[in-house]
């Protein structure tokens, strides 16, 4: 597969040498800037898909009538939080 370049991008002189401060041993600034937009594409596709199952479960709940309280769902956060902390705890 051919490879494409991004657009040449012009900052800030600071934010150049912040970027270049926290370079990895061996990484490259171009490196750096792949992996830096290959993370926004991933969370803003799974922002997305975050969004678009939340307005289906909205959908759903409109069409049958079918909610959950709120204090039930919080109840079960809860508990999956307490479960996750006496993991921790015991590791």
Do not use: C, W
């Amino acid at each position: 597969m051919k490879t494409a370049t991004f657009p040449p991008l012009r900052v800030d002189p600071q934010l150049r040498q912040d970027t270049e401060s926290v370079l990895r041993e061996g990484e490259s600034l171009s490196q750096f800037i792949e992996q830096a937009v290959r993370s926004q594409v991933e969370l803003r596709k799974a922002n997305e898909a975050f969004l678009a199952r939340g307005l289906a479960s909205r959908d759903r709940a409109r069409q049958t009538g079918h909610y959950v309280d709120a204090d039930v769902v919080l109840g079960k956060l809860h508990a999956k939080l307490d479960a996750a902390k006496a993991r921790t705890s015991r590791s």
